[in-house]
């Protein structure tokens, strides 16, 4: 008889998957401030390319939408903030 090949799924485990939604709401809520405005979400960019990427990937509709919850978070005050100070000419 011959043997049939069973495939396995990686899957992820509870921990590693909280883990990374932890992950994707700290980095989401990263802007850069620029002359006292907020400017660009730098945390949601970054995100993004990091579910682009992921190869455990489950469901992103999920992770990007943490990201997006995660940035207006951010924009309210509630995240951290990368502060590039003004230049004077």
Request: charged share 15%; glycine share 8%.
């Amino acid at each position: 008889m011959p043997k049939s090949k069973t495939k396995r799924s990686a899957r992820e485990t509870d921990n590693v998957y909280f883990l990374k939604i932890l992950l994707y709401f700290v980095i989401g809520t990263i802007w850069i401030k620029y002359n006292g405005y907020v400017v660009l979400p730098i945390g949601m960019l970054m995100g993004l390319l990091f579910v682009h990427s992921d190869h455990f990937a489950i469901d992103r509709k999920i992770e990007y939408a943490l990201l997006i919850i995660s940035a207006l978070l951010g924009l309210a005050g509630y995240g951290l903030f990368i502060v590039l100070p003004a230049i004077k000419f």
